[in-house]
């Protein structure tokens, strides 16, 4: 499936391109997203390609993946936003995910881009209810998935990540 570009009011969800490396790599290595995300220290330029790559193959072999969120009214990459399947047993279902450049935060752009990412996975994926899998400590993203009707279903470790537990959110289909 070719990974189609969306457009709600003041974004652009867009597959990645390889231009966005260097941006990518900026949002993820700021203090504020690597600290909610667990990112590694020493992070690389080329773990942040990888991730691009991932996430347009998976868009391709699964239909789920996320997208660059581009401001329309700057035209700049801020960030990114889409669904979520990766091949791991004891994953809830199909995610649903947000990460935006700090310097965005505030602004309601990772609960339109989360809405837009929830109306495609209902309307692509056939399923009745999709997740988000949040760190307990991650209060904005936690105040994202309640904005978009998310409730806390359960928290627990999963196993890609056993040093902590999560949040598991779910939304069922209106």
Known sequence: MEQ??????RLTLRP??????ERHWEIMTTPEVSAALCVPDGFAREQAWSQMAMWRG???MRGTGQWAVEEKATGRMIGRAGTH?????DWPGVEIGWVLDPDRWGNGFATEAGRASVHWAFAHHGVAEV???ILPENAPSAAVAERLGFSLMETRVVSHFPRAPHDIWRLTRP
């Open 4 to 9: 189609p570009t969306i457009e709600t009011d």
């Open 16 to 21: 990645f391109t390889d231009e966005d490396t």
């Open 58 to 60: 998976q868009f391709a």
């Open 85 to 89: 399947r990766p091949e791991r047993p």
């Open 131 to 133: 997740f988000s899998v």
